[in-house]
């Protein structure tokens, strides 16, 4: 008789220190309190990533990113801070809570995935390969024994890498943003540049005749923001307000005024 006692006690026990800890869980996410006590959420971006996030001629940080950021801020009653930090450590930076969130153009990737959360899907987007106007490289095989351009630590360094063609490239030259990557290969230091579509079209509006896509790409990808795993209250209000965004039309007139169209996922 004690015997089943003490078991169902155990049982007992058990079940209430478990109720607790999902209740300890709960309690410790007061992550999107903690934003709001604050009165803002603070951005970590790489500040030379046009069009999602750059500075204008007055220095000041824009883009298409930087637009939605501000209005997702608006819509939860808080100011947004914009932080310019190493885009190679990008994702320390955010769990050691420099920045609040990452939101740059950050692909959704496995690895990514495995250390911080991701708001849903934004845009979608792929990696393309630019040459110069007068290059005569046509497609992926012809980069065989050529220097290619990356940013260090972007998704297009790991799309490349990804690839079987990586083997026969003579050199994977590696820089801290795009805008170097295609002035070498501007002006001839390398041979091409995997880029991101987003920045590489826009690049290319703004130096017409100067460089042009190949039709094969490296892969497409998903742009989400990033935030910490533990932050899941926040993470919820900001899906939210990003489907407001998207289904009041809001997403759509901030894609027109830097794309052109309305590139916003659905």
Do not use: H
Request: glycine share 8%; proline share 1%.
């Amino acid at each position: 008789m004690k015997s089943k006692v003490s078991i169902m006690f155990l049982l007992f026990l058990g079940i209430i220190i478990l109720l607790m800890g999902c209740a300890s869980t709960e309690k410790e996410d007061n992550s999107l309190e903690e934003i709001k006590k604050k009165g803002e959420f603070v951005v970590g971006l790489d500040d030379n990533f046009p069009p999602m996030g750059f500075k204008d001629e007055n220095g000041e940080i824009v883009g298409f990113d930087i637009d939605l950021a501000k209005e997702a801020a608006k819509r939860m009653g808080v100011n947004v801070k914009f932080k310019a930090v190493d885009w190679d450590g990008v994702l320390l930076s955010l769990k050691n809570k420099d920045i609040d969130v990452i939101w740059n153009g950050l692909t959704i990737t496995e690895e990514r995935q495995r250390q911080i959360n991701f708001s849903k899907v934004y845009l979608q987007n792929r990696q393309i390969i630019v040459v110069n106007n007068n290059s005569n490289i046509k497609s992926k095989e012809d980069l065989d024994g050529k220097i290619v351009g990356v940013q260090l630590g972007s998704s297009s360094e790991n799309a490349l890498n990804s690839d079987e063609i990586v083997k026969s490239l003579k050199e994977i030259r590696k820089f801290s943003n795009n805008t170097e990557a295609l002035m070498d290969l501007k002006a001839g230091r390398v041979d091409a540049v995997v880029v991101d579509e987003i920045v590489g079209r826009y690049y290319i509006e703004k130096k017409p005749g100067v460089y042009k896509v190949l039709e094969d790409d490296f892969g497409r990808e998903s742009y989400g923001v990033g935030i910490r795993k533990e932050d899941i209250k926040f993470k919820e209000e900001l899906d939210k307000i990003l489907d407001e965004m998207k289904n009041d039309g809001t997403a759509k007139k901030i894609s027109q005024k830097w794309f052109g169209e309305d590139i916003v996922a659905k």
